[in-house]
């Protein structure tokens, strides 16, 4: 009796635990659950498995010789033969996931398919499909393609809104070229912005091992539902130290939604310049807490000053969800399409108001910079609008496009690079690019930004 009697007084702390474990488990959203103890989660990863595909490219690259072997007068002069010329192979592999068996569509990153000439979907059953190119947005990084097959599996997307710090997600991908691989592990961290990876950013980070060959993958919750696209990884010589980073899937989605319709993003514009809420301008504002994005420039004639919006408002909110900074906002603005409304909450001079917004078309202004320029031919050159992720002091004039194989293509420019200066000369706007050329209109320097890097490229 007494063994029996001291058995029940021990199951009491077990049994309590037991209910509060029940009663937090209630509040967790089923996706986020971690599997019962005892239990695995191999159901849900062979459900999943099918709709996560390996992605293999193969593109060509021309090798640059000898600007005097490429000069034909050169070559006559010296009765030098024509040689054909030369060339590079390469190939890359990544992952992707299928979003909608019915269209064939398969979702990855933007940088996996770059350039590339071929593209080969390899299913879990082992089929080879060739793949195209839907469209692609570099500023995110997600590209959306097509493959041509019956008995498709697809996966369903998440609200990633709903995800929280310490949800349980897995990352399915190919890392290495190994093929399908499985990693678990919980949200880190949310809305991770500021890592100069891509235009717009607003990452998940996971400690769910991620490798190279993982992006385009999928992280999907414990019961199999799509909630983020993974597409980078921090860590020595790009290998996993338990920080990875994945495209949320609501983001992934409102950019799919535009390929899908229009091949392209049509991204609108508020027409305003933006600065994060600092402890000092908070207390300067009289404000209690810093939060939200500070209107420091408003476009004339544009959709925020036909809406009423001024320098010195503080924007908390947009369409209904809280405005973290100012880069949350950006990001916010950047997903909406253009004739898209927006509604925000504002701070005015200490009081809190609502304005209601139109996205507007941006005006990019232009410049072909084969009239500026024969060794820039293939290159279309934008001013890029006032809070433009990649706007800045120190440019404000992208390679909106380069032709692949085009004299500018040859010389190393790339699409979305920053142009920061030509010949010395910074430049801010496009009017400024032929001027800053005629400099030395021979041997161009140029001055670029590249993601979160800056290079010096020469071009004769």
Wanted: aromatic residues 4%; proline residues 7%; glycine residues 10%.
């Amino acid at each position: 009796m007494k063994r029996y009697a001291h058995a029940i007084c021990d199951s009491r702390p077990v049994l309590l635990a037991g209910l509060l474990l029940a009663c937090l488990l209630q509040t967790i959203p089923a996706g986020a659950r971690p599997p019962p103890p005892g239990m695995s989660l191999a159901p849900m990863v062979e459900r999943v498995l099918p709709a996560v595909v390996n992605i293999s490219t193969r593109s060509t690259v021309k090798l640059r010789t000898s600007p005097l072997l490429d000069d034909p007068v050169f070559r006559h002069f010296f009765s030098l033969p024509e040689v054909a010329p030369r060339e590079r192979k390469s190939a890359s592999l990544g992952s992707g996931v299928i979003v909608d068996a019915r269209q064939g569509h398969v979702l990855t990153n933007h940088h996996v398919i770059d350039g590339a000439d071929e593209i080969t979907v390899t299913l879990r059953d082992g089929r080879q499909l060739e793949a195209r190119v839907l469209g692609q947005d570099p500023e995110v990084d997600i590209a959306l393609l097509k493959i041509d097959a019956d008995k498709l599996v697809d996966l369903p997307i998440a609200n990633s809104d709903e995800l929280r710090v310490g949800d349980f997600v897995v990352a399915i991908g190919n890392p290495f070229g190994l093929g399908q691989t499985v990693t678990y592990g919980i949200v880190s961290a949310l809305g991770r912005t500021g890592l100069g990876i891509e235009g717009f950013e607003n990452f998940i980070q996971t400690d769910a091992s991620i490798n190279p060959g993982n992006s385009g993958g999928a992280l999907v919750t414990t019961d199999g539902q799509l909630v983020g696209i993974n597409t980078a990884i921090v860590g020595p010589a790009g290998g996993n130290i338990g920080i990875g980073f994945a495209i949320p899937s609501n983001m992934a989605n409102a950019i799919m939604l535009q390929l899908a319709r229009h091949g392209e993003v049509r991204r609108g514009v508020l027409g305003v310049s933006l600065q994060d809420v600092t402890p000092d301008i908070a207390a300067a504002f009289g404000m209690q807490h810093p939060r939200g994005a500070v209107v420091t420039r408003v476009v004339p004639g544009s959709a925020a000053a036909q809406s009423g919006l001024v320098p010195g408002d503080v924007v908390t909110q947009i369409n209904g969800k809280p405005v973290r900074n100012s880069a949350a906002l950006r990001n916010a603005i950047g997903m909406l399409a253009i004739g898209d409304e927006a509604n925000f909450e504002v701070i005015h001079n200490g009081r809190v108001r609502s304005v209601r917004a139109r996205i507007e078309e941006p005006e990019y202004r232009r410049l072909d910079a084969a009239g500026a320029s024969d060794s820039l031919a293939g290159a279309i050159l934008e001013e890029l609008p006032p809070g433009h992720p990649q706007a800045g002091p120190d440019g404000n004039v992208s390679v909106h496009s380069v032709e692949r194989g085009s004299p500018a293509w040859r010389a190393g420019l790339r699409a979305g690079d920053v142009i920061i200066s030509i010949n010395r000369v910074l430049v801010t706007t496009v009017e400024q690019v032929p001027d800053a050329i005629r400099r030395s209109p021979n041997e161009l320097l140029m001055h670029l930004r590249r993601g979160d890097s800056a290079l010096y490229i020469v071009i004769r």
